[in-house]
């Protein structure tokens, strides 16, 4: 009975990956251009993939959604769907892990907030580290020119930032117990 127990939480886990991960594709597909990037609310459901399912299901859920948007949708080479995998992986593993694991209301509130404050810094570091490389190495362009593209990128991504940061928490908050009523360890 005990490996079928397993084998049950095995396909449920791998479940929950695939609908997260379907989730963050499709919401990734509701872009708003903003100064010469775009602003979404994938951002938002890649912290909500972490605290739902813990730092690697959700890291992989976050990851493959987002790197399946930039494979198929937007059009992007297999560096930069990589890159976009490990950052948006990293995103929802460090919000998870940051994740309050006691169920004390007062400080649970707090502490989703403030590891979803880290997860979205955490993507918005690697995000711009990433622009600043591709500008500066291997683009060539001058100081001048990767700093207009840096802050025309930066302010989108911390608007990105933001709204996950309030969204993600919420969402988590409503679903959490609805999730656990139907027996789904979230």
């Known amino acids: 009975m005990k490996n079928s127990k397993s084998q049950e939480w095995n396909i449920q886990l791998i479940s929950f990956i695939g609908v997260m991960a379907a989730l963050v594709y499709v919401v990734t597909l509701v872009r708003i251009p903003f100064l010469g990037s775009k602003v979404h609310f994938a951002n938002a459901f ?3 993939s972490g605290m739902l399912l813990g730092p690697v299901p959700g890291g992989l859920a976050a990851g493959l959604g987002s ?6 949708a937007g059009g992007y080479d297999i560096i930069n769907v990589l890159i976009t995998f490990v950052s948006k ?3 929802a593993f460090v919000c998870a892990v940051l994740m309050p694991k006691k169920e004390d209301s007062r400080l649970n509130l707090h502490r989703t907030v403030f590891s979803a404050i880290t997860g979205a810094l955490t993507y918005v570091f690697l995000y711009m580290l990433k622009t600043f490389v591709y500008q500066r190495f291997v683009y060539g ?3 001048e020119a990767v700093g207009i593209t840096m802050t025309s990128k930066l302010i989108p991504s911390l608007i990105n930032a933001l709204f996950a940061v309030i969204a993600a928490p919420i969402l988590y908050h409503a679903l959490k117990p609805a999730l656990k009523t139907i027996g789904v360890k979230a």
């Not at 790197?67 to 198929?72: H, P, R």
């Open 46 to 48: 890649c912290l909500l």
């Open 89 to 91: 992986f990293a995103m």
């Open 67 to 72: 790197a399946l948007y930039d494979a198929i």
């Open 141 to 143: 362009f001058p100081m």
